[in-house]
């Protein structure tokens, strides 16, 4: 079975912190994997995907296929970076994103 | 290019009635899916469609239904609501379908369905 599994569901550090919001999978195969951002009161879109390599507002994620893990970091956090932040793969047929439950994420000063 | 647009942005239905969610895609995408969002969950995937044709269906009733239109634009149906259909229904668009999928989908700010 596909699956996205996120553990917190809320993730509280200081502004200058280091940030790590955990992501495991389950797929069979190579998966395609994604995190998408929803800030305040804005839609949900895109902050990165596994095979473009880079690094979004100092963002970035690797995939460990041995852990099955595709952790978002960010050495370290600004206020700004306060949102909810959803881990998600394509399905086997690429039709359909499978997210996790999401993790909030709250940067204080 | 304003994005993903979706109407109503906010609807109150009873138990038993029938609801219409319209979304219109970014200008040149031709792929539309539709995603159900409880409080405190992940989106859901209910349906994409990719040049008019149903291309995948996610574990929803037949009481969810949807159709594109020539002009790539989508409605989602859901008829006899439940309790349980109260979710913020998100609709996203892409540039096209399956393995040659670019990846991103880009959303709209969702449809609010509270049913009573």
């Known amino acids: 079975a596909q699956r996205v599994t996120q553990p917190e569901k809320l993730l509280s550090v200081f502004k200058g912190a280091p940030v790590e919001l955990k992501c495991n999978y389950s797929?069979?195969?190579?998966?395609?994997l994604f995190w998408y951002v929803q800030y305040s009161r804005q839609r949900l879109q895109l902050l990165l995907r596994?095979?473009s390599r880079e690094s979004i507002k100092g963002f970035t994620a690797d995939l460990n296929k041995g852990e099955t893990s595709f952790h978002l970091k960010k050495p370290f956090a600004q206020e700004e970076d306060s949102a909810m932040y959803y881990c998600?793969?394509?399905?086997?047929?690429?039709?359909?994103?499978?997210f996790g439950k999401g993790t909030t994420l709250s940067v204080s000063s | 290019d304003a994005g993903v647009t979706q109407s109503p942005t906010h609807l109150i239905k009873t138990r038993g009635q029938q609801v219409t969610l319209r979304c219109s895609p970014i200008?040149?995408?031709?792929?539309v899916s539709w995603y159900q969002q409880v409080l405190g969950q992940g989106p859901q995937f209910i349906f994409q469609?990719?040049?008019?044709?149903?291309?995948g269906r996610g574990n929803f009733p037949d009481r969810f239904s949807a159709r594109q239109f020539p002009n790539y634009s989508s409605e989602l149906n859901v008829n006899a609501l439940l309790l349980g259909d109260s979710a913020l229904y998100l609709c996203?668009?892409?540039?096209?379908?399956?393995?040659?999928?670019?990846?991103?989908?880009?959303f709209g700010e969702g449809s609010r369905l509270t049913v009573l």
């Open positions: 797929y069979s195969g190579s998966p395609e």
């Open positions: 596994h095979i």
């Open positions: 998600a793969l394509y399905n086997q047929a690429g039709t359909a994103l499978i």
């Open positions: 469609y990719y040049e008019k044709e149903e291309r």
């Open positions: 200008s040149g995408h031709k792929s």
């Open positions: 996203a668009s892409s540039l096209v379908s399956g393995a040659a999928n670019t990846g991103e989908l880009f």
